[in-house]
């Protein structure tokens, strides 16, 4: 394993050596200080991932919701099933579309009221698509409705973003996805209601 | 050293013959460092890799996600070490009398169950059996896994005192040159602090890889930023260590100059390139997206080539042939532009959209020449199918010139690597053995070549018949026996006994007959060989010293 210029490499001498030279404190105050920078910049990866870890779940809860409703087979997708709210009024009965049930998901009492952006609370929790260029995107949870392709040619879904008149329907292709620190879209669910 | 090895340690190792009881054969061929040639190093060597396995397991087990998916593995990876370590520890325990640490002790096994490396061997497998017994949390029962790797102390501990003694009166640089930079100060820690880096190159490389699987990623994102931040600290601080030490390196003497000669290295730039994108994705974060740096995390791999002679080989091999390559190079890329220009022209009204212009269709020849061949673009017309064959044929000959000139050049170089090493044998032999320190060096040597034993064996038996024909002066020619006058007497002797033996038992009569006719001998051999013939039996040459 040892290079064979190397093995020869040695630079001992006879004479025993004082073991501490002046120089030797400054490499380990430099080693020290190289050290806290790894460390530093670990810990600021770590807040980051910590943050990344938060959106995540913000998107598991989203898609969580959205399982939850795909699951009430019977039902149809009105504004009441769309936000869980209980009542007989003609506007909770009438066809859900995403923008009056995202509102009615996140208002006080919603089932996602509790979610917050973790990277800024200034920042939209669900939200339109990913900036790599717009910081107050990061973080948001973005949902797409994917379109398969006509039959007989090549399995192939092409998605595009939830728009806020788009209804919700039985049998819509819904994909989850976050927004991580660079603005980068992250994955987390496709569901079928 | 030209004999073959011992096959099997407990027949060759010294101790092991008949008449040694049971547990001294099993002490000397298990355990005792002191003993050549037994499996001592390799027990060792295994159980440092089941307890490094051990806490991989542990690490992986925390991760929800895995566990659940391979609980059974990881409960049957359990049962198994803990079998393992439990039998090391009963085997050590019944060998404890045959350890001279515990030779005085009137209580020998008594005395290894209190020595702290034992008590560290019982806490690695308490835990399992307490939890049969006793309802334990199984956080706490991690944890007390994590006592494992304090078995590791075994081979740490004695590897430290050797270094300490190697080093002895020596400063603390050259303590981190003898650490971090191979030499005859390292000894066993230096090896270890290798296998370190090694492992860790290793890991970083599979952690990036993996992360490039969304799946994976989505699950131990945490996971790798903690892996990565290790990673990145063991390797500034070697990084750190090799910069401060480098000084005692020769061709790097100097405190500025010789650090900024080692900065300027490929090895130095390569650690450099392993540590930077960890720092700069970081400290750049709010500028510039760096996160395509991360792919250069994969250039930790280079570190490797600090430890295999294979590629300082390719340097030695491209140095030397690069006018001979830069040749080859010129001609194929006059082919290319040629092929490009008539791809152009013959096709480019048939099919514009392909080739365009003679840019696009350089694309088009580079895969064709190289007989790549993937097919997106290809000939229509009659005349470029047929420009194509002609090119193509061709293109497999000169394409090829690269490669077969690398492919001799480097056997060329192992061959010069071999007969290296032969002439160093020649040297070795020159008091006919081969002692213990240069066994060493010739088996680190033979690693390195990559020779197996048969062949470092049979280079051994070159060499020394080598030595045995330098050291026969009959054999000599002139510039040897110029440079060696004791071998000169020794010919002229010889020479001149020959003479005389022609003289007594040949036809002497005839011979002078011969001599004194024609121009068969010059004057100068005419009168040398009357004057031996005059005195053959006058002279009775002595003994010769040898």
């Known amino acids: 394993m040892a290079d064979k210029t190397c093995m020869q490499a040695d630079s001992a001498s006879p004479q025993a050596v004082a073991f501490w030279r002046v120089g030797d404190w400054g490499f380990l105050a430099a080693l020290g200080l190289a050290l806290l920078t790894v460390v530093w910049c670990g810990r600021f990866s770590f807040k980051e991932g910590m943050l990344l870890e938060v959106t995540k779940s913000n998107g598991e809860a989203v898609a969580s919701w959205a399982a939850q409703i795909a699951g009430r087979k019977g039902q149809p997708l009105t504004l009441a099933t769309c936000a869980s709210i209980t009542g007989e009024s003609p506007a909770l009965q009438g066809q ?56 007989g040619m090549p399995a192939h879904v092409t998605w595009e973003l939830l728009a806020d008149e788009d209804a919700l329907v039985r049998g819509m292709l819904l994909r989850v996805q976050a927004c991580d620190a660079g603005g980068y879209a992250l994955k987390i669910a496709e569901i079928k209601l | ?151 590791l102390l075994r081979v740490l501990v004695p590897a430290v005192h050797e270094f300490r003694a190697l080093n002895r009166g020596r400063s603390f640089r050259q303590h981190v040159h003898a650490l971090v930079w191979p030499s005859e100060h390292g000894g066993r820690l230096h090896h270890y602090f290798d296998t370190f880096l090694v492992v860790w190159v290793v890991i970083s490389v599979v952690a990036v890889v993996l992360e490039s699987v969304e799946s994976i990623h989505y699950v131990l994102n945490l996971e790798f930023i903690v892996l990565d931040t290790v990673a990145a600290a063991i390797f500034t601080l070697e990084f750190m260590l090799r910069l401060f030490s480098v000084v005692e390196q ?39 997206d760096l996160r395509f740096l991360r792919v250069f995390r994969l250039m930790r791999l280079l570190k490797l080539t600090r430890y295999t002679g294979a590629t300082k080989n390719l340097g030695i091999v491209l140095k030397r042939e690069w006018p001979v390559l830069l040749a080859a190079t010129f001609i194929m890329m006059l082919l290319v532009v040629l092929t490009a220009s008539l791809g152009y022209l013959f096709e480019h009204d048939a099919q514009p959209d392909k080739f365009e212009n003679i840019p696009q269709s350089i694309y088009w020849a580079v895969v064709t020449l190289a007989s790549v061949g993937y097919g997106d673009i290809s000939p229509v017309t009659p005349a470029g199918r047929a420009m194509t064959i002609v090119l193509s044929l061709l293109g497999i000959g000169i394409f090829a010139i690269p490669a077969a000139l690398l492919s001799s050049a480097f056997s060329d170089q192992l061959h010069i690597e071999r007969e290296k090493l032969q002439n160093e044998l020649f040297i070795m032999l020159a008091d006919g053995v081969i002692s213990a320190d240069e066994r060493e060096t010739i088996e680190a040597e033979a690693k390195r070549l990559h020779l197996g034993r048969d062949e470092v064996d049979r ?49 002497n009569a005839r011979m002078t007959e011969l001599m004194a006719s024609g121009d068969r001998a010059t004057g100068f051999e005419r009168q040398a060989w009357e004057w031996i013939n005059q005195r053959i039996h006058e002279d009775v040459p002595p003994k010769r010293a040898d």
């Open chain 1, 96 to 151: 859900a579309d995403w923008g009056s049930c995202r509102q009615a998901l996140l208002a006080q009492g919603g089932p996602l009221a509790q979610l917050s952006n973790p990277f800024g609370p200034q920042n939209p929790v669900l939200g339109p698509r990913c900036d790599k260029k717009n910081k107050s995107m990061r973080g948001v949870v973005m949902l797409e409705k994917g379109t398969s392709s006509l039959p």
């Open chain 2, 1 to 151: 050293m030209t004999s073959a090895g011992p096959t099997n340690p407990a027949e060759k190792a010294p101790g092991m013959g008949p008449g040694v009881g049971l547990r001294q054969r099993l002490y000397r061929l298990l355990l005792d460092a002191h003993t050549p040639g037994n499996w001592h190093q390799a027990v060792d060597r295994f159980l440092a890799i089941l307890i490094i396995a051990n806490l991989f397991a542990l690490l992986f087990e925390h991760v929800e996600v895995i566990h659940s998916a391979y609980a059974s593995w990881f409960h049957w990876f359990e049962v198994a070490s803990v079998f393992i370590f439990t039998v090391e520890y009963l085997l050590r325990l019944y060998l404890a009398p045959e350890d001279p640490e515990f030779a005085r002790a009137r209580f020998k096994r008594w005395a290894y169950a209190r020595s702290p490396f034992a008590i560290v061997d019982l806490l690695a497998i308490l835990p399992f059996f307490l939890a049969m017994f006793v309802q334990l949390d199984l956080r706490v029962l991690r944890a007390l896994r994590l006592l494992r790797l304090f078995k």
């Open chain 2, 250 to 288: 020769p061709g790097y003497r100097g405190a500025v100059a010789g650090r900024f000669r080692y900065v300027r290295s490929p090895g130095a730039l390569i650690d450099l390139i392993a540590i930077l994108p960890f720092f700069l994705e970081v400290l750049l974060h709010h500028l510039i």
């Open chain 2, 459 to 507: 280079l051994i038996e070159k060499a020394r018949r080598q030595r045995e024909a330098a050291s026969n002066h009959s054999l000599m020619a002139m510039p040897q026996l110029i440079a060696q006058p004791a071998a000169a007497v020794e010919r002229y002797r010889e020479l001149l006994s020959q003479i005389r033996q022609l003289a007594v038992l040949g036809d």
